[in-house]
């Protein structure tokens, strides 16, 4: 048993993963704001605080990128699973769970919309994949 409940943790992880989003989003606007810490093109002076901070950074965006695959996941797997799910909708197949249906809608709504601003602004499509691997486990509680 842990001395921190999972509970914490996640809502821990969910406000964290926002703050990455955010910061990726303000650095990508402002690079001249980026920290000396994570410039990877100047190592040679960095203080044992700044290493702790580019160690700290990293793995956020690596719990970050594993948000972001999840997110891609979910979006590449809606249509197949509405595919699949036709003779249940149109009302041949047995029993389904409608909180289910209504999510990959969703995800299939958000892939629809991904492709439309890609297909008009690749930075608009990157920056809503951003916001969505950020904030993606409100957005999957909200859709579920």
Same mark, same amino acid.
């Not at 999972?6 to 703050?19: C, D, I, P, S, T």
């Not at 047995?94 to 289910?100: H, N, S």
């Given at each position: 048993?842990? #001395?921190? /409940?999972?509970?914490?943790?996640?809502? @821990?992880?969910? $406000? +964290? #993963? &926002?703050?990455?989003?955010? &910061? +990726?989003?303000?650095?990508?606007?402002?690079?001249?704001? +980026? /920290?000396?810490?994570?410039?990877?093109?100047?190592? *040679?002076? %960095?203080?044992? !605080?700044?290493?702790?901070?580019? !160690? +700290?950074?990293?793995?956020?965006?690596?719990? @970050?990128?594993?948000?972001?695959?999840?997110? %891609?996941?979910?979006?590449?797997?809606? /249509?197949?699973?509405? $595919?699949?799910?036709?003779?249940?909708?149109?009302?041949? !197949?047995? @029993?389904?769970?409608?909180?289910? $249906?209504?999510?990959?809608?969703?995800?299939?709504?958000?892939?629809?919309?991904?492709?439309?601003?890609?297909?008009?602004?690749?930075?608009? *499509?990157?920056?809503?994949?951003?916001?969505? &691997? !950020?904030?993606?486990?409100? $957005? @999957?509680?909200?859709?579920?």
């Amino acid at each position: 048993m842990s #001395l921190v /409940p999972r509970v914490v943790v996640r809502r @821990w992880l969910e $406000v +964290m #993963l &926002a703050v990455v989003s955010i &910061a +990726m989003l303000y650095l990508n606007a402002y690079p001249q704001s +980026m /920290p000396r810490a994570l410039d990877l093109s100047n190592d *040679a002076n %960095l203080s044992l !605080g700044d290493w702790v901070f580019r !160690g +700290m950074a990293f793995g956020l965006l690596g719990i @970050w990128g594993f948000s972001g695959l999840v997110v %891609l996941f979910f979006l590449l797997y809606s /249509p197949i699973y509405l $595919v699949n799910k036709i003779p249940h909708l149109v009302g041949k !197949g047995g @029993w389904l769970d409608k909180r289910e $249906v209504r999510f990959y809608l969703a995800c299939f709504a958000l892939v629809c919309l991904l492709v439309t601003l890609f297909a008009h602004s690749v930075d608009a *499509a990157a920056i809503l994949f951003v916001v969505l &691997a !950020g904030f993606g486990p409100l $957005v @999957w509680r909200l859709l579920v």
